[in-house]
Nanobody, 129 residues
């Protein structure tokens, strides 16, 4: 059974850093593409970043480019999202997602919520001074 558990969320000041973790179990992480999404109150869920399992390609939504970094450690069964928060708009529940896939991924694929078929429960990130 595929299970994804996010952790690392919390309260952070603008300009602070935070590292989210997505612990995977029940499957071989190396067979899956992993993504991070977020949903702010009253807003639709949006794709934040994703990372390929074949060539290490990464994609980011424009608003987080240069501030967030996704990485994966297959032997640790964990995917990370390193964040430098500058904006209250980063406040959201952050979810990791997974899909078993082999091949080249595109940003369009990463951004399509319906493409993903495994989701974690989310971790709250609050950016506030």
């Amino acid at each position: 059974q595929v299970q994804l558990v996010e952790s690392g969320g919390g309260l952070v000041q603008p300009g602070g850093s935070l590292r989210l973790s997505c612990a995977a179990s029940g499957f071989t992480l190396g067979d899956y593409v992993i993504g991070w999404f977020r949903q702010a109150p009253g807003k639709e869920r949006e794709a934040v970043s994703c990372i390929s399992n074949s060539d290490g390609s990464t994609y980011y939504t424009d608003s987080v480019k240069g501030r967030f970094a996704i990485s994966r450690h297959n032997t640790k069964n964990t995917v990370y999202l390193q964040m430098i928060t500058r904006k209250p708009e980063d406040t959201a529940v952050y979810y990791c997602a997974a899909i078993k896939f082999r091949g080249k991924i595109t940003q369009a694929m990463c951004a399509l919520g319906s493409w993903w078929n495994n989701w974690g429960q989310g971790t709250q990130v609050t950016v506030s001074s």
